[in-house]
Nanobody
């Protein structure tokens, strides 16, 4: 059974930075595409960033492109999301996810973390 645990959320002022981390246990995830999703109050969960199993390919939602960077360290079984130039509209619960069916692009995430709150104040 795969478990994902996020950390690093918190309260930050607009323009600031945060780094989220996701630690996986139960299985080596180097062959799984992984990603970050977020859900703001009253909104549906949305894709934020994805990374291939090798880490060579990344993909971002247009709303975060140029501000967020996803990375992974397979030796440590971790995935991170560096968030810069944060905006009030980035406020949401952020979830780490793993897709055991795809190694290049996260399409069908099966494993989810519990989420970490990111709040950006104006």
């Amino acid at each position: 059974q795969v478990q994902l645990v996020e950390s690093g959320g918190g309260l930050v002022q607009a323009g600031g930075s945060l780094r989220l981390s996701c630690a996986a246990s139960g299985r080596r995830l180097s062959s799984y595409a992984m990603g970050w999703f977020r859900q703001a109050p009253g909104k549906e969960r949305e894709f934020v960033a994805g990374i291939s199993g090798s880490g060579s390919s990344t993909r971002y939602a247009n709303s975060v492109k140029g501000r967020f960077a996803i990375s992974r360290e397979n030796a440590k079984n971790t995935v991170s999301l560096q968030m810069n130039s944060l905006k009030v509209e980035d406020t949401a619960v952020y979830y780490c996810a793993a897709d055991p069916y795809n190694s290049m692009v996260i399409r069908t995430p099966e494993y989810w973390g519990q989420g970490t709150q990111v709040t950006v104040s104006s």
